[in-house]
């Protein structure tokens, strides 16, 4: 089992599968962003192998992210053979959803348990202006395709961007009435690269909540956290709605997660510059027990919790280069 300083059992990793996208989200990276040369990725087979070290080390729960994670040759692949790493029991992934249409089924069939699917709005020249050329229904036909397949229950993310789309929660919310999906409300977070537009545009989950309660009256608590989300429901609704308040509400005391970039750094916070390179120890021959010593002294060290409130913004990477 692996803890850090403060007594705080971290199991929970987010493996990012590369850094690169098929969409270009404002709020995610700069319109001209550059993107690591494949031979500085982690390999398949440097993939699996950190999976296995990790399970080894109590991690039970890995989700896959990005960049865009479906978008990694050999992605069925690859979740097979992490779904086959004994100790593993959760297996999930991020995604943009627009090639779930052809990967669900594989996906599923080789081990995949869930799907976060981003969506900001239902419309579709928004949805354009806020990933810089996305089409709206590419992610609808993800998001019925992922239901279909089994990866259930769907969640979905929603970033809020003031000026964008802070009106569109409402439509957003409604979806829950008839659907038994989880649509989760996240307050967008500061990265370096594109800074102005996440420190004046951040709209709060308590400002979003408010919107979302002046339409559908007032929510009713689901009694529970899911991850990071606080879960409510709308009176007689289906499905349930979720607020990721890391800026007005952090939730580090919690926190059990540990990520491992697409360039194989370990990264203890997703807000933190601190990083633990791991793929050169392993590519230059570190023994099994050279590289779990290096996981567990970076684990120990992980920080308390983000520097946001005293004005500490994560410089050195933008959130495609971390994996959200
Ligand atoms: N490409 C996949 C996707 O969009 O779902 C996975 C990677 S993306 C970086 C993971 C999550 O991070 C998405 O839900 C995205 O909306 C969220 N995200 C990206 N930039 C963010 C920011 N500045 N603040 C908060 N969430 C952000
Ligand atoms: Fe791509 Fe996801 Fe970032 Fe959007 S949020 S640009 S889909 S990695």
Known sequence: ????RFGR?????????TDHCNLRCIY?????QTFCPNHKLMQDEEILKFAQLFAKLGFDKIRLTGGEPTIRANIVDIVRGISSVPGIRSLSMTTNGVLLPKLAVPLKEAGLQRV???????EPDKFH????????????KGILAAEEAGLTPVKLNAVIVKGYNEEDVIDLAAQTLEKPWQMRFIEMMPFAGATDLQTQQTITAAQIQNKI??????????GKYDGEARIYRIHGAKGELGFISSITLPFCSECTRARLTADGVLRMCLLREKEIDLLTPLRSGASEDDLRQLILDGVWEKPWGHGL????????????????
């Open 28 to 32: 995610c990276m700069p319109a001209d």
């Open 309 to 324: 409130d005293q004005g500490i913004i994560p410089l050195n990477r933008v959130m495609n280069q971390i994996g959200g």
């Open 1 to 4: 089992m692996a803890f850090d």
């Open 213 to 222: 309660e002046t339409e559908f009256g007032p929510l009713e608590p689901a």
């Open 9 to 17: 059992n971290i199991h929970y990793l987010r493996i990012s599968l």
């Open 116 to 122: 976060n699917i981003s969506i900001d709005t239902l």
């Open 129 to 140: 202006r806020l990933t810089r050329w996305g089409k709206l229904e590419d992610v609808w």
